[in-house]
């Protein structure tokens, strides 16, 4: 009588543990379940969410549209709070083309500490890049620009990572699997995964790039000033176990 109420109970709570790691942390198989940032866990991220760290008094402006980014200086802002394992949507639209932009996870707290005007911190970044920017750089630096892409790359700057294949030429970043961005003036939907050390991007409901093995994995969340103005919209996050 014992053993098989033991059996029912352990029975009951996989099945419980199933269903909320299906609720919480999406297979890649399904992405869809909680992509659109709606269902329990989810809130909405606005102003006092964040606190600037190296940009001017104008660079960021809230209103109810969203957030407005100059692009002037090149810096970021912060959570106000750091994050270990959680869910994030963020749209964006560059105003500009060959804009250039990102969003960082698990930003170190040293690297953030006294960060100078025009330099970005260690963490990873999960690219916001127009598609115009490969030829502006091309005809700029006179170079190839296949070390990058338009598309969503997600890499570690200064930090540990080891990339989703396909990869950069030198290995270091994760290059998209797919082309799923869209141009100026166009909204595009990113969902970022980030759970136990692991990030990975989706793209306008396609899953992209990411990465494993992170060090550190938990930190704060940025977003970047970059040179071109870029605007944000309907950030929210849903933290996990």
Known sequence: MHKNLLYILIEAAAAWLAAATAAWCDEPARPMACIDGTGEGWREMGR???????????????????????????????TKKQ???????????????????????WASESSLKDLPKGKLPDGIEVQVLDHGFTEQYEKQTGKKGDWFTTNGDVFPVRVKMTPFPPLSPDGSRSFPKEKRSKGIDQWNHYYVRAINGEVRLWVNGGEVSGGTGCDPKSGFLCLESEGAPIDFRNLRIRELP
């Open 48 to 78: 006092d969410d964040f606190a600037d760290v190296n940009c001017d008094p104008d660079t960021w402006s809230w209103s109810t549209a969203g957030l407005h980014c100059t692009g002037q200086p090149v810096g970021v802002i912060r």
């Open 83 to 105: 994050y270990t394992n959680f869910e994030l949507v963020v749209e964006w639209r560059h105003l500009r083309s060959g804009g250039n932009s990102g969003v960082f996870v």
